[in-house]
């Protein structure tokens, strides 16, 4: 009996490691193919350990095209990652603080309007919301990928809200008597508390945003202002022959605040897709 | 004097209110709201009415033309055929990866918070360029997929993954499936929520693994299923990164998802009032699908006060 409860074990670990490798196989595959050259990549197959080490790939990806550097499309995307998660940030805390603890006229109306573009996908305005930032004369700059998110996400609002019941109310009151008013119970009290959700918040926008291609496709042309992202993808440019070592390399490196992130974090990332529904 | 403690008193009354206190701080998402929610679904409302192009300097209304154009389009009908047939065979897939695999990390061991770890990394990374253009490479003509069936076949692979109509989808599909680490995640935190005394219960009325599994775990997760379901309904409807690197559409339109066919019309032939009017009717038919979902939830879906 008890030999038999073992041997389940082990093959249930077994089973369970081997389809957790299958499943993290394209990602390794990719690694290695930084490390190899294009005969490699194209003829090698599945073996993940390059045959000859190459360590051109990196410099050569790196130089980029058009004379811009992956230096410009790293920072590009460190800026506008770093801008729209602190705007996600600031402006959702503000709001999910007014729709859970603050009794207003209209709370219930602005509520369901959250729950509504919530449900909403970007998509569908995608086009209209292109139409008015160029008439504003703001395609081709950052504005229209940082400014929106500087006005709350209906995501983390609703994610923040939810946190926020937790936080007992007896505290409101305890605050009101000591001659706190309601915007020092925000700064002094909620928002201290707040910290594991904006931990949370700040990982998951900063993922999508790291992540984004539609945003960039849609409004930045100039090489000068591109996301690492969208510069990768002119790499697989069907009127040139495709560099696959290069391409792979700066994919790679492409991911690497991603992994160092959920290495470090991963405990909140778990409880804040546990708590609250991640998409994708 | 008492008059202006009066007056500051009065002043410090109002900043205080709840009112201005509730405006003050939800102003952000309001002013949001109106300017990229609202004002941008009016705005492409009334342009769904008329033929604006890109850079046109007279826009003509057009009554319901643009509709009716949709219904004689048959690129558009087959986005609408393809991106079902996408959601209807990807999400269910995806869905029963999440559940199956949350339930078999359930296990009290250490190593299944490395697992999920290991599991979430497609989840994690998937949505990337990298990973479109991994895949696109994989699945190529020359791609490793080919070459792994010519190693272990010995004969010249014959599956053109991209090539042939009726398989460009599967490779999409797959990837989607793949992905399912957020879902599983979700599902993990509800199987925590399960009381263990209900299993007890069951074993102790001779329920086999199976029949706990069906009888007690799905409908105390059905709400969870709901969410889920909703959730990567409308992503999978909005498909659009994916589609637009690694095929491009091709071949035939085969893979020629609703939302890239909305971005060609708006950005590659500059048919505004066009692609606005597709956006509306993606709009009304995904209403109408989670509309049915949830509509159909209330046969399946359990909730304690039921019970």
């Known amino acids: 009996m008890k030999t038999k409860k073992i041997i389940l074990k082990i093959f249930y670990h077994a089973f369970v490691l081997a389809f957790g490798f299958c499943m ?7 690694i290695s193919g930084a490390f190899k050259d294009n005969q490699q990549i194209l003829n090698g197959g599945l073996k993940l350990i390059p045959k000859t080490v ?60 959250m729950l509504m573009t919530m449900m909403l996908p970007g998509q569908i305005i995608m086009i209209p919301s292109f139409l008015i930032w160029h008439k504003l004369k703001l395609v081709g700059t950052f504005v229209p990928l940082v400014l929106p998110y500087f006005f709350g996400q209906a995501f983390f609002i609703y994610q923040m809200m939810q946190f926020m019941k937790g936080i007992p109310k007896e505290l409101d009151e305890a605050a009101k008597i000591d001659g706190c008013s309601k915007y020092g119970l925000f700064f002094k009290i909620i928002l201290p508390l707040l910290k594991p959700s904006i931990i949370t918040t700040i990982i998951i926008q900063f993922y999508w945003k790291w992540d984004d291609y539609m945003g960039p496709l849609l409004y930045i042309h100039s090489p000068r202002l591109m996301p690492v992202s969208l510069a990768i993808k002119q790499f697989a440019d069907p009127s040139s022959i495709t560099d696959y070592g290069s391409m792979f390399a700066m994919s790679s490196l492409s991911l690497i605040p991603v992994f160092l992130i959920f290495l470090f974090f991963n405990r909140y990332l778990v409880q804040g897709i546990g708590t609250s529904g991640l998409k994708g | 004097m008492t008059d202006q403690r009066k007056n500051g008193n009065r002043i410090r009354k109002i900043i205080n209110n709840d009112n201005t206190v509730g405006y003050v701080f939800a102003m952000p998402f309001i002013l949001g709201f109106l300017g990229f929610s609202l004002i941008p679904m009016i705005t492409s409302f009334v342009y769904s009415f008329t033929d604006m192009t890109f850079g046109a300097k007279e826009i003509n209304f057009i009554g319901l033309e643009n509709f009716k154009e949709l219904l004689h389009d048959s690129i558009f009908l087959k986005s609408l055929r393809v991106t079902f047939k996408y959601v209807i065979i990807s999400v269910p897939l995806k869905l029963s990866f999440a559940l199956l695999v949350a339930f078999l990390l359930t296990r009290k061991s250490k190593m299944v918070t490395l697992y999920r770890s290991l599991y979430y990394i497609p989840s994690l990374v998937g949505g990337s360029v990298a990973v479109a253009l991994v895949w696109k490479q994989i699945f190529a003509r020359k791609g490793l997929f080919n070459v792994v069936w010519k190693q272990i076949f010995g004969a010249e692979a014959a599956v053109n993954w991209f090539g ?22 979700i599902f993990a935190a509800g199987l925590k929520e399960i009381p263990e005394s209900y299993y007890e219960a069951a074993m102790i009325d001779g329920a086999n693994g199976f029949q706990r599994f069906l009888r007690i775990t799905l409908p105390c997760l059905s709400p969870i299923i709901l969410y889920n379901l909703i959730m990567q309904t409308i992503s999978a409807f909005m498909v659009f990164t994916q589609a637009q690197i690694i095929t491009e559409g091709k071949p035939n339109n085969a893979t020629m998802m ?10 590659k032939y500059s048919k505004m009032g066009y692609a606005c009017a597709m956006s509306w009717v993606m709009l009304v038919i995904m209403s109408i699908v989670t509309f049915f979902i949830f509509k159909s939830s209330r046969k399946w879906v359990f909730s304690e006060a039921d019970s």
């Open chain 2, 164 to 185: 042939d109509e009726r398989l460009a989808m599967y490779p999409l599909i797959l990837m989607s499936v793949w992905q399912f680490g957020s879902s599983m995640i």
């Open chain 1, 54 to 113: 190459v360590t051109t790939n990196f410099a050569t990806g790196w130089k980029g095209f058009g004379g811009i550097t992956f230096t410009t499309f790293f920072k590009n995307s460190i800026i506008l990652t770093t801008l729209a998660t602190a705007g996600t940030l600031i402006s959702s805390a503000f709001v999910s603080y007014a729709l859970s603890r603050i009794r207003f006229k209209g709370r219930g109306f602005w509520f369901s309007c």
């Open chain 2, 258 to 267: 609703y939302a890239l066919y909305v971005y060609n019309n708006a950005i």
């Open chain 1, 24 to 30: 993290i196989y394209p990602v390794l595959w990719m």
